[in-house]
């Protein structure tokens, strides 16, 4: 399958470049015909008009269930200054959380600063595309409808209020999910496994990593969670953050930044900061 799928105003389209072609379609019921997007995209000629990156709406706008894996690149659990997951006790169960479906938001989204501790994340977003329970990793990526660019904006204060620490909700504050800018098939891209990850703040380089890093790759993010529930076609999983976040350099997110977060083959985010 090939296609890259889009939000514009709520309606589904296909999106290259900034070249759009209108489906006619709600955005979740779209991504549950992939054959349909498939052939619509291999016979794409003249395009229904241009779209600008702040038109766009998230890709996937209602998924059921919305996924985050934490401590998921070396770089990143070092400069937490946190014990190796992995390390000691390999069979450790990885860090999940939720990031509510509320909080999503397009690739151009304004992201809404609540007190001074707000930072950013980029990270390779996966959806997937069809109901899967109990697959294992060698089957994960053919239930993978597509991949995204995401920020898993964090408010670090509330994510460290509770004892013990609880983040869902110091993630899921409203404009704090943007993705996009399109659900790109994984054939699309050259490896889906290794990517050029990278995020800048007003320009600045932060993160600059590969996706090839990751400690739990997709698969096995994927068999893992559909062991212990039922994915759904639209559920979303965050898969972790490289290395170079604000909070390990004391550097948050303050009004006027602009959040520019790039994966190869995906595109790029761009959210400023209010
Ligand atoms: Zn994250």
Known sequence: MSFRLANRAGQAVLLDGQDYWALGADPMDALTRPQELHDRWA????????VTLAELGP???APMQVFGYGLNYMDHIE??????????AASEAPVVF???????????????????YCDYECELVVVIGVETSNVDEGQAWDRVAGLMIGQDISDRALQTAASPPQFNL???RASFGPTGPALVTPDLVDNPDDLAISCRI???????????LLMRPVAEMVS?????????PGDIIFTGTPGGVGHAQGLYLKPGDVITSEIEGLGALENVCI
């Open 98 to 116: 939720t990031k509510f479906p509320t909080c999503l938001a397009g690739p151009a989204a304004p992201v809404q600063l609540v007190g001074d």
């Open 224 to 232: 893992y969670l559909s062991l212990i529930l039922t994915l759904h």
């Open 79 to 88: 400069e937490l200054d946190r014990e190796d997951p992995l390390g000691s």
């Open 43 to 50: 016979s794409r000629n003249a395009p229904d008009g241009q």
């Open 170 to 172: 110091g993630k899921s």
């Open 202 to 212: 007003n320009g600045e380089l932060r993160q600059n990593s590969r996706t090839s």
């Open 59 to 61: 890709p996937v706008p």
